[in-house]
């Protein structure tokens, strides 16, 4: 893993120094296609759109039983992401098993899957749907009898999610061609699972079967469906082949572009550069140097960095939140944008401000846990200990007008006490023996 | 040992010729009575304190069990860190997430006296480690026990029954159970406290001394630093003076002694962070103010009588005592209700109804001490003085001045109390030893006394004095065997019974040979060198001191019981399936979880033996999520086996403590040794959510690590459920159930 972290920096380096690969992780891309189902010709267009990208394509063709694919040699991954075309046989179910492509993925490997209806790619939909997305099976494919072509069209007010796609007003009427045979798919309601293009309202899925149920009904069905696991690797889903295809390439270049950009980590990544939490002050004391004791006033604040495809730029966003939380949160503060980090220009740093610490110790932890929807997630946490006031940092009695009171009554009793002692004493003691007698007489 | 009984019993020779020691010869008579004093005091400190090294010397110089680890912990923390850090003292790797004030809620006097000690050595140039001293802190102040003991022995009666007293606390198991080499507990140094308090009390009672009342209340100072247990001289010593006014015995002297201690005492206990307000708050404390108003109206009343005629009187006295009856009720009822004073506490009512903790409290009726004492405990613990008690009980009654009464109302609140709860046998030992030593020392005096024989003006006949000496021997040897008999047996019982550290357990090789069970050391010891130094330990709060003391590792709950809910969480993790376990861990940031499982081994202890304690506190606080009928076979029994409820085999504590199990076993019938149960690998579920990371040796101690969260956000089951799954399998036409995309 950390072997692998410093190859990812190392690549991140060199992408910044050269501003030539545009992925933040990097640019090893493998190509797994299959001869028998699709010409690799007829997506020429794509694969140019690839090489703009500079990606460092490597393609593999599987009709043949003795092709071997390595994803890692030991333990390193081999390439940074992967670019499965349907694929048919069961060669292709051992080669790249649904448990290779998690442990790819897992392993910061992002993966851009296609299918088809007519071919069933086990392993691809065992793998989604270990992700929650549950595409239709080879028998169903997607179907709107409300359109007059027989492509399958899509508008831009179908994309989901502006992390992936941005709708702008000149983009407003695009429509995205899918081509005559569609799988659409069912998600289920993790929440790492970023819908991207849903189905239209009017569309089903229906198979040769009759009787068959349909798999999804109108805007339940989505056709382009991503996915982040919690390292920040991303998966993407698309319903159809022809969607790439050089007929269609004009009319859906912008989609695929954005598409291969989130997916590859060419957008949408963002990180924590700095995290710091001090004491509230100019000085800023950190807890290392004075702990923090309940109802201090502290100040937290984190820096964000964002990818833009060249270099790290400040990620500015007004819905960053603090936590501070011992089980249940204590607080939670929206902090504020505070221009360029002091240390890192190219990080935004955000602040909560002044605020008081609960009067509560205990073990708190201090955290950010940012997880949008498209957007890397970022959660750092930070536990700390926050100890109860000392014997001697409570108010002193003299201070609190309450208590003068009962200071008032101790000095009372003590003067009387010595009053009536030095009274008792220089009384003359004839005036005791008169008491005496006087009992006697009783 | 057998030596010292005869040196105690020597001097009885030389005090009775006490009375006859102005002239010459008895100046040589006192110089060797003081010499042979000093000779059987150092032979009593000597058989005292090595008696307590067994534990040292069968296993090792090691703390005990799990109180002592806390101990142990935290007067490490205090050598190497200030004493203002001590008392302000927040201990954030216990009781995770909550922390502990550790500072303000332990007793420090033990720590503090063991610091003390060992700053002392270093000043004279011995630079004693930390943890010898906490060794063999309870031996030393065993010897110091006697000491104080013998002073007040000499109160009751004389020096002679002090010393047979001195002698009989320095070996007598009772004691010794809590005060061997390396149990470093806070009883360790009450008892001695307890004692000189005692023995203060009793000298400025009878001698209406501000100066020794003064003494006792620095001494009760001084206790209640060290032990909780304070609560009962609070009360005994009230008690005493309340049946010393019922009795008529009214003095000045009780009202100078009682309120000298009473003011100092109160006022310097409140010093202690960890009681605080509770003398004017708790009812624990209210007899102990009770009885200080009391006296003051005794007193007034005493003055009004000498003043007034007695007709007069008593219309006052009358009045006076039916309004004070009636406002002091209705205040303790009116304050109690309004919550200015707290309600008793459930150990107090325990004390009263030995039911009251099984049902309402589970938390205090899980520990072994404060489960009610069984007959042969009290021969045990205490041999031929439990039948000398009695007696002696009725020998003060012939007497009857203040100090008996004292001793009188010490056996009885004391015995009452030693019957409800095993762990108050401690507080009675030594008004065992005490009377037992009266009694004895009484019959000595008579039938030890062979003058008779000596004497030249024969008063009887030949034969009659013959008979004297006779009945006089045989009675002296039955009871010097008794004592020979006694000091074996406790000698027997200290090492036998006593001195286990029960952090290391013995047992025998087949060959008859010693061999030493180490799984908790090493099991503490791949803790503490295996783990993340912010590791979260979750385990039964039983085993949460020493993973403190032995792993330096956080932990969820200790043996400081002091929050119910906190400990019913890890109760509730136990007693639940793994997934929901799970998360109640994950939420409180849990990394692994250590359990105890003597089914291998035979060790009774263990976790499972503990199961149902773990479900009751969790039932008290999650009724509807655990139940513990569901832990039960339908006839009622506790199964582990086959036959096992279906909750149980869910359960993780279950999973935890038999993953694996029948594998150990060639035919793969596991047989639970502590529970004489057949358990199959059938019965055994697999752990999806935890990774067994350690067992030892024996399998005592296991630990498990929990999974991390999956990546991609799926259930740890159908993880395990995927990856068990062939590379071949085909993607499924069905259907799947999800749930409503929101």
């Known amino acids: 893993m950390l072997g692998l972290r410093y190859i990812q920096l190392f690549l991140v380096l060199v992408c910044s120094i050269l501003a030539a690969a545009k992925s933040a992780v990097g ?46 040699e030991r333990d390193t991954r081999l390439y940074d992401h992967l670019i499965l075309f349907p694929v048919k ?32 790619s086990d392993p691809i939909h065992l793998y989604l749907n270990q992700l929650g997305i549950y595409p239709s099976p080879r028998t169903q494919s997607l179907h ?32 995205f061609n899918f081509g005559e045979s569609v799988s659409a798919a069912l998600l289920d309601n993790r929440e790492q699972i970023v819908p991207i293009l849903q189905a239209s309202k009017t569309s089903f899925t229906s198979g040769n079967k009759s009787r068959e149920a349909s798999w999804t009904d109108g805007s339940q069905g989505y056709v382009i469906a991503g996915f982040q696991n919690l390292k920040n690797t991303r998966s993407t889903w698309i319903g159809s082949v022809k969607f790439l295809s050089n007929n269609h390439f004009k009319q859906n270049q912008d989609l695929i572009n954005e598409l291969i950009s989130w997916t590859l980590q060419e957008k949408s990544v963002i990180k924590a550069t700095e995290v710091s939490h001090t004491h509230s002050g100019d000085d800023k004391v950190s807890y290392d140097e004075l702990p923090y004791k309940v109802t201090d006033n502290v100040t937290y604040t984190i820096a964000l960095t964002q990818w833009d495809g060249q270099k790290w730029v400040p990620y500015v966003s007004d819905d960053v939140q603090f936590e501070l939380r011992q089980i249940d949160p204590y607080y939670r503060i929206t902090m ?60 002193r009695s003299f201070e609190i007008p309450n208590a003068w009171v009962y200071l008032a009554s101790i000095a009372t009793v003590i003067i009387s006490f010595i009053a009536f002692v030095l009274f008792f004493i220089s009384t003359p003691a004839s005036l005791s023996e008169g008491v005496s007698t006087e009992k006697k007489t009783n | ?56 010397i069968r296993f090792e110089s090691i703390i005990h069990e799990f109180d002592p680890w806390f101990n142990y912990r935290a007067t490490q923390y205090l050598v190497n860190n200030s004493f203002k850090d001590f008392l302000n003292w927040f201990d954030e790797r216990t009781w995770y997430p909550l922390g502990r004030v550790t500072g303000g809620t332990l007793y420090p006097g033990l720590m503090t006296t063991s610091a003390f000690i060992w700053h002392a050595l270093r000043k004279i140039g011995l630079p004693v480690d930390i943890r010898n001293i906490c060794v063999l802190f309870a031996p030393a102040f065993s010897a110091v026990t006697a000491y104080a003991t013998y002073k007040l022995t000499c109160e009751l009666k004389d020096q002679k029954a002090g010393l047979l007293a001195a002698a009989f606390i320095g070996i007598v198991p009772g004691y010794i159970s809590r005060s061997v080499a390396g149990s470093y507990d806070n009883e360790a140094i009450a008892i001695t406290l307890l004692m000189a308090t005692f023995m203060f009390w009793i000298k400025g009672l009878k001698q209406g001394s501000i100066l020794n009342s003064s003494f006792a209340a620095l001494c009760y100072f001084y206790m209640v630093s060290a032990w909780g247990g304070y609560v009962f001289i609070t009360n005994l010593i009230p008690f005493h003076v309340f049946c010393l006014i019922l009795m008529g015995r009214y003095t000045a002297k009780i009202y100078v002694a009682y309120n000298t201690w009473f ?46 005629s007695e007709k007069k009187f008593k219309v006052i006295m009358w009045v006076s005592v039916i309004l004070i009856m009636a406002i002091g009720v209705a205040g303790l009822f009116a304050l109690t209700y309004l919550g200015l004073i707290a309600p008793w506490t459930g150990r107090f009512y325990s004390l009263w109804d030995t039911n009251y903790a099984r049902i309402h409290i589970p938390i205090i009726a899980s520990v072994s001490e404060h489960q009610p004492i069984t007959w042969p405990a009290f021969f045990l613990d205490t041999h031929f003085l439990i039948w000398l008690f009695p007696a002696a009980v009725f020998l003060m009654f012939m007497d009857l001045k203040d100090e008996h009464v004292f001793i009188i109302v010490y056996s009885v609140l004391c015995s009452y109390f030693a019957g409800v709860m095993v762990r108050l046998m401690l507080t009675l030992t030594p008004v065992i030893c005490i009377s037992g030593a009266v009694a004895l020392s009484k019959l000595f005096d008579i039938y030890l006394d062979f003058s008779p024989i000596f004497s030249t003006k024969s008063t009887g006949t030949k034969k009659s004095s013959f008979m004297t000496v006779l009945t006089r021997g045989l009675v002296s040897a039955s009871f010097v065997y008794y004592l020979y008999l006694f000091v074996h047996h406790c000698t027997w019982v200290t090492q036998s019974a006593y001195s286990s550290p029960s952090v290391v357990l013995p047992s025998q090789n087949r060959d008859g040979s010693m061999a030493i069970i180490d799984d908790y050391r090493e099991a503490y010891y791949w803790l503490r060198m295996n783990t993340d130094y912010d590791a979260k330990i979750a385990s039964w709060w039983d085993y949460g001191y020493q993973i403190g003391g032995m792993a330096d590792r956080t932990t969820l709950v200790d043996n400081n019981t002091w929050n119910n809910t906190h400990i019913a969480i890890v109760g509730k993790a136990m007693a639940s399936p ?69 909750t149980m085999k869910k359960s993780l504590m279950y999973k935890m403590s038999y993953n694996g199990f029948p594998e150990l076993f060639p035919d793969g019938q596991g047989q639970d040794r502590v529970r004489q149960q057949t358990i199959t690998a059938d019965d055994v579920e697999n752990l999806d959510y935890f990774d067994e990371v350690f067992s030892s040796e024996n399998w005592l101690v296991r630990i498990y690590k929990l999974k991390d969260v999956d990546v991609e956000g799926r259930d740890l089951s159908d993880v395990a459920e995927f990856e068990a799954a062939k590379n071949s399998k085909r993607s499924s036409n069905k259907r799947p159930q999800i749930e409503l995309r929101v």
């Open chain 2, 263 to 308: 003011v100092i005492g109160t006022i310097a206990s409140m010093q202690i962070p960890f009681v605080g307000f509770l003398p004017i708050k708790s009812n624990d404390h209210m007899a102990a103010l009770g009885v200080f108003g009391l006296l003051q109206i005794v007193a007034l009343g005493d003055f009004i009588k000498a003043k007034i």
């Open chain 2, 578 to 646: 793994e997934d929901v376990s799970y998360e109640l861990l994950k939420e409180h940031d849990v990394d692994y979880v250590l359990i105890i499982f003597g089914g291998v081994l035979g060790f009774g202890g263990d976790d499972i033996n503990k199961f149902l304690w773990m479900i009751r506190i969790a039932e008290g606080i999650w009724p509807e999520e655990v139940k513990e009928r569901d832990f039960f076979v339908n006839q009622g029994e506790f199964r582990v086996d086959s036959q096992a409820s279906e």
């Open chain 1, 89 to 120: 046989g069961k060669h292709y179910s051992k080669q790249l098993a649904a448990k290779k492509l998690i442990r790819f993925n897992e392993n910061g490997g992002n993966i851009l899957a296609l299918t088809v209806p007519q071919v069933s």
């Open chain 1, 144 to 175: 709107d009898l409300f359109q007059d072509s027989t492509d399958l069209l899509f508008s831009v007010d179908q994309l989901e999610n502006e992390n992936v796609y941005s709708k702008t007003n000149e983009k407003k009427d695009e429509l």
């Open chain 2, 1 to 56: 040992m057998s030596e010292v009984v005869e040196k105690v019993v020597v001097p009885d020779n030389a005090v009775t010729a006490n009375e006859e020691s102005k002239t010459e010869a008895g100046k040589c008579v006192s110089w060797v009575q003081s010499s042979l004093k000093t000779l059987i005091f150092i032979a009593i400190i000597v058989a005292s304190i090595s008696s307590r090294l067994f534990a040292v």
């Open chain 1, 336 to 395: 504020t944008a505070q221009g360029p980090a002091p240390q890192d220009p190219a990080s935004e740093l955000y602040s909560t401000g002044s605020f008081m610490l609960p009067n509560r110790h205990g073990m708190f932890t201090f955290i950010t846990d940012y997880k949008r929807s498209g957007l890397s997630y970022i959660h750092e946490a930070d536990i700390k200990a926050i100890r109860h006031l000392a014997n001697d940092e409570y108010p």
């Open chain 1, 27 to 72: 640019s090893r891309t493998l190509v797994v296609f299959d001869d028998r189902v699709d010409d690799l010709s007829t997506y020429s267009d794509f694969f140019n759109l690839l090489k703009d990208h500079e990606f460092d394509v490597t393609t593999l063709e599987l009709s043949d039983k003795s092709t071997k694919i390595n994803l890692f």
